[in-house]
């Protein structure tokens, strides 16, 4: 059993909980959104404590889904309209790349 999340941990997840629906950061983008650390930080908080919060949407900045979750990751992909690239394996991030809370355009990713 963890401990409970730390501060660095709840603001992670909470940066989390923000990404809309068929939206998608990376682990860097989140550290970015956070304000310290870096995707490697953000991956183990994710990796200890993301069962909570919508963690598809935190993805490799590839846009390859979570390793070992790809399947139920998209399985959220298509039920959000997530845009995926043409070989259906991973996110087309110039589409659903979430720009963050103070740029987000209510309608979705790009093209939807």
């Known amino acids: 059993m963890h401990a409970d999340p730390d501060e660095y941990a709840e603001a992670v997840l909470d940066a989390v909980e923000l990404i809309p629906p ?3 950061m ?3 983008d989140v550290a970015e959104l956070v304000g310290r650390g870096g995707p490697r930080q953000v991956g183990r908080v ?3 404590y993301g069962g909570g919060v919508p963690w ?3 993805i490799r900045a590839d846009g390859s889904p979570p390793k070992c979750h790809e399947g139920r ?3 959220h992909y298509r039920a959000e309209g997530t845009p995926l690239r043409p070989d259906g394996r991973r ?4 589409r659903a790349r979430w720009p963050g809370p103070s740029q987000h355009d209510p309608a979705g ?3 939807s």
């Open 22 to 24: 068929g939206c998608v």
């Open 26 to 28: 990376s682990y860097g």
């Open 46 to 48: 994710m990796s200890l």
């Open 56 to 58: 598809w949407r935190v």
């Open 73 to 75: 990751a998209h399985e």
């Open 91 to 94: 996110v087309d991030m110039t």
């Open 109 to 111: 990713p790009a093209g």
